[in-house]
């Protein structure tokens, strides 16, 4: 028992005081810090004025399209020929043309935008949005109905969702909570996986392993090994979280504060100061929201399953990494074994995109069921309110599926990594299995 | 003298073939035992039996009269065959940390190791990396870190490979030394110069069985051919026609006056008689006889055990 420790504290120790174990450790937060600030300023920096010639011919359009930070609306009567031009010479983004047909039905098909560069999703909607709800005024118009009084009576549905105990829900928070808790749990198990494997790979090649062996049980060198890197990898998480919070507060008070000065500043210019005001309030009160939406998730249950399904799921898999690493003489040779396990991780991942359509159909529950998928479907489901007695026998599979892995891993790991030389496939490994 | 380790019929199968048929052996304590055998006969399964890497699927092990079990294990010094280090951790640092795993704590370890560096003048490794030494440098750490827990046995598996004739000596002399302090060492090789200088007792491992063991003088002993060599100045004709009957000539070289027989003895007959039938005829310069080398006795064994089989 006491060896054991000493591994553990080894494997921790020589890749906690690894370089590239402290760089990972401040650079991943700031890169993550980075991308943030990063989407945050690009958003804020398309802000070219595109102009659009717009060639009315019988001026339903007229004075009516409006521009936003973006698209600004140009009126031409010129001749069209000539108008091209101009789109040519570049001075104008596009020309959009609503050609001389006064029946709405039939013009609705005929509008065209001409331009150089494929005009984006958005300045294609937003065209026609504008050109739409001009023609609808004019059909609700022609049959007697007040454009005005429709917008009026327009109702806006906007459901709550709740749950039982009618505490407010929101599927956007809950979606979010579950992928990027099903997000972590993917990667750790690939990055700490890997680790294991060559870690593993290291000990055979280097021929260390026999001296070890020598001392301490095979088994107990993988466990050891196995448990030390789950240990490094739970550092590097809770460091990165620490640091990432950290990071992107600073991060975006800093950009918020250059926003609202922005707004503050560009308030005097156009005037619409009440329509700014308006947005920083809205803002703040989504923000708020939002808090309120995390308030609601079952915070400590998830955080406590996140947990369990964390370390169930690295240690199903870390297992299965070691016994490859041990079967394998060569890193080229591990990937005829990789395919099997990679398989169901890739597969809860797609998966996970559908199971937030559907948490409760039977694929969910299967997925989640599963030890090898349960890890990351089940961190997706669980926002969802998953019953308790699907989430007992899926973390009981889930332990019993390690517990057997390991076993499985511990019967290849013994014979595999004494063994040099030999092309290991399938069939030898099932020998090693039953073996003993 | 009473046996540190005895193996009573240990089988071993793999999958595919039985790597240790019944095998029984005594190892005295207090001696070097060389562990024979050509590759692949099964001395690398019995010593990760011995090592208890892997278990027997028959048979039992005492040590030291009790089952051989993992409170052994502190007891036993190992170097592989198949050896090596952390590439990327530093040498002091692995070695404590192997020196631990044998149940040293870490002054002692500290304080061993200290002795160990001094006495082979290395402590400038200390913070150097494996992969900055060459391999013979390596193979002196390994060596080492088996015996510096003070182990009572030590198994050893082909430890002069990768040393220069200096080192091999410097080791050599290491045995002899831990030799004379009491410790039963196991020597696994195929450098048969180093059984005939360390031995003092053997076991000839081939295809799963042994063939030969016991003390290295009886071995060689049982294995005299009653050959000896014979330097002589006289007539060749008269020196053969004396052989008439009861001697067997194997070879006859003349290198100028002195002629180098070698003869052997046949019906029992002894060496006074051998001499006294060659007096009348030739001048003896030289009689000696030919003791077999540890070489001749593996592959005539070796040889011996095929054609029976």
Redesign the interface.
């Given at each position: 028992m006491n060896?054991i420790l000493?591994?553990i504290q080894?494997e921790y120790l020589?890749r906690v005081k690894k370089k590239s174990f402290i760089i990972m450790t401040f650079l991943g937060p700031i890169l993550m810090g980075g991308v943030l600030a990063g989407s945050i300023y690009f958003s804020t920096l398309d802000n070219e004025v595109r102009k659009i010639l717009v060639k009315d011919e019988i001026g339903i359009t007229r004075g009516k399209l409006k521009d936003d930070k973006n698209i600004k609306f140009i009126m031409t009567e010129g001749d069209l020929e000539m108008v091209k031009k101009d789109v040519i010479k570049n001075e104008y983004y596009g020309l959009l043309y609503i050609p001389p047909i006064s029946d709405p039905k039939v013009l609705q098909d005929k509008i065209q935008f001409l331009s150089k560069q494929q005009p984006s999703l958005t300045m294609l909607s937003k065209m026609t949005n504008e050109i739409e709800r001009e023609l609808n005024n004019q059909l609700y118009l022609s049959e007697g109905i007040d454009p005005e009084k429709l917008k009026r009576i327009k109702s806006n549905v906007n459901i709550q969702t709740r749950n039982l105990e009618n505490k407010e829900t929101s599927s956007e928070a809950t979606t979010a909570v579950g992928f990027v808790g099903g997000l972590l749990i993917y990667l750790f198990i690939f990055l700490y996986g890997a680790q294991v494997m060559r870690g593993v790979m290291?000990?055979k090649m280097?021929?260390?392993v026999?001296?070890?062996?020598?001392?301490?049980k095979?088994f107990e060198l993988m466990l050891g090994k196995i448990i030390g890197i789950a240990m490094v990898g739970l550092t590097q998480f809770i460091l990165w979280i620490g640091l990432t919070f950290g990071v992107t507060t600073v991060v975006s008070s800093i950009m918020m504060k250059d926003k609202i000065d922005q707004v503050t500043r560009t308030v005097p210019m156009n005037g619409a100061l009440d329509a700014n005001i308006d947005d920083v309030v809205k803002k703040n009160t989504s923000e708020d929201k939002i808090d309120k939406m995390l308030a609601n998730i079952p915070v400590t249950k998830v955080l406590i399953c996140f947990l369990i399904y964390f370390l169930g799921g690295y240690l199903l898999y870390g297992a299965l990494f070691a016994a490859i690493g041990a079967a394998v003489d060569s890193e080229t040779d591990t990937q005829q074994f990789m395919i099997p396990i990679t398989i169901p991780l890739i597969l809860s991942y797609i998966v996970s995109a559908n199971i937030i359509n559907n948490p409760h159909g039977p694929l969910a529950f299967w997925f989640s069921i599963i030890p090898f998928t349960s890890p990351i479907v089940m961190m997706v489901r669980l926002p969802f309110e998953v019953p308790v007695w699907q989430i007992a026998l899926s973390i009981s599979l889930l332990i019993i599926g390690f517990i057997f892995t390991t076993w499985l891993a511990g019967k290849i790991y013994?014979t595999g990594v004494?063994m040099?030389g030999k092309k290991v496939n399938y069939k030898e490994l099932w020998?090693w299995i039953k073996?003993? | 003298m009473s046996s540190i380790l005895s193996i009573q019929k240990v089988v071993k199968r793999?999958?595919q073939h039985t790597a240790l048929n019944g095998v029984s052996l005594e190892i005295p304590t207090g001696s070097v035992f060389g562990l024979l055998g050509p590759n692949g006969a099964g001395k690398t399964s019995l010593i990760?039996i011995i090592?208890?890497?892997?278990?027997p699927?028959e048979g039992k092990i005492l040590f030291n009269g009790m089952p051989l079990s993992t409170l052994h294990?502190?007891e036993?010094g190992?170097?592989?065959e198949?050896?090596?280090?952390?590439?990327?951790?530093e040498i002091g640092e692995q070695a404590v940390?192997?020196a631990?795993?044998?149940g040293l704590n870490s002054n002692e370890a500290n304080k061993q190791l200290k002795y160990w560096f001094e006495k082979f003048e290395i402590q400038s490794w200390w913070n150097k990396k494996?992969e900055d030494l060459s391999k013979g440098m390596a193979q002196k750490v390994?060596f080492i870190?088996t015996i510096l827990h003070q182990p009572k046995f030590i198994i050893l598996d082909e430890p002069f490979t990768g040393f220069d004739p200096i080192n091999a000596e410097l080791i050599k002399n290491e045995l002899l030394e831990l030799k004379k302090s009491g410790t039963t060492i196991v020597l696994s090789t195929h450098r048969m110069e180093s059984v005939e200088e360390l031995c003092t007792h053997i076991a000839l491992i081939n295809k799963s069985n042994v063939i030969l063991e016991g003390d290295i003088h009886q071995v060689k002993n049982s294995n005299r051919s009653h050959t000896y060599e014979i330097k002589y100045k006289g007539n060749v004709i008269s020196f053969t026609t004396a052989l008439w009957s009861g001697y067997e000539l194997i070879s006859n070289a003349s290198m100028g006056e002195i002629n180098i027989a070698k003869v052997k003895l046949l019906h029992g007959n002894n060496t006074n008689q051998l001499l006294q039938t060659l007096l009348p005829h030739v001048e003896i310069e030289s009689f000696t006889e030919l003791i077999p080398s540890m070489s001749d006795i593996f592959i005539k064994t070796i040889e011996q055990s095929s054609s029976i089989k």
């Open positions: 060896k000493l591994i080894r020589s290291e000990e280097s021929r260390i026999e001296v070890i062996v020598s001392s301490v095979p013994r004494l040099y020998k073996y003993s | 793999y999958a990760r090592t208890q890497i892997t278990a699927d294990i502190n036993m190992y170097l592989p198949e050896r090596g280090l952390y590439k990327k951790m940390y192997l631990k795993l044998k494996v390994q870190i």
